[in-house]
């Protein structure tokens, strides 16, 4: 067997578009495996015949959907079966780190497939860089936004309280990732009265709209955070 001395900082950026939950995932479950083959075909060639793993960020928006990760609890969705076909919702349980959250038009959800043995491999160390990408976005449109210690995602924390504006729960087999953040841009705040966002009942959520008093393009703030990765993890794309 050959460890793999190749590094491929090469990124493919696709925009899915407003995309159905399902069809998203089983995109991304596709691009994981083949990646994951190729580490695994690796291991069994000599460094010249090795093939470099290829990374992908993939960003979207999804029609009304909430996602309990594999650690959440189910009593953290407060809506039957009924009620979610009234506001048009969908509900799935998925493999990624985290609790119950929401996912719909006018939030940016980002997915980096990307194989960790080509930039660094600590999970720590990713999640907290993909913090950065946001809170840098949000600080572009002068929005002050930050960490709270012992949370996930990014925060804001002033005088009107802390209030989450982007939640995250990525998967890692092999170093490779998937799933992701989701950045609430013009996103309907409403949706999030049906569950307890990310399993925590004492803290509100915003969107850039909320603190911005108007809207923002979504395809916009991508590239921003697009620009913010590629610094960040020293990508190409």
Known sequence: MSITTLQNKSVTVRDLGLIDYQTAWDEQERVFADTVAIKIANRQLVPDEQQPTPNYLLFCEHPHVY???????????????????????????????????????????????????????????????????????VNDYGIN??????????????????????????????????????????????????????????????SMQQELGHPVPVAEVAQHVQRHLVNLFDMTI
């Open 145 to 206: 936004a930050g960490r709270i210690d012992g949370l996930t995602g990014v925060w804001l924390d002033d005088d009107k309280g802390p209030r989450k504006i982007c939640a995250m729960g990525v998967k890692a087999s092999r170093w490779v990732t998937m799933h992701g953040f989701a950045l609430n841009v013009n996103t309907d705040l409403s949706y999030f009265g049906h569950i307890v966002p990310c399993g925590i009942a004492d803290k509100a959520v915003t």
């Open 67 to 137: 996602t309990l990760g594999k650690s959440g609890h189910e009593s953290h969705l407060l809506a039957n079966d009924e009620f979610l076909k009234q506001i048009g919702a969908t509900y799935h349980r998925i493999n990624r780190g985290g609790d119950i959250t929401y996912h719909g038009p006018g939030q940016l959800v980002g997915y980096p497939i990307l194989d960790l043995d080509n930039f660094f491999t600590d999970i720590h160390r990713y999640m907290r860089l993909l913090e950065e990408a946001i809170i840098l976005t």
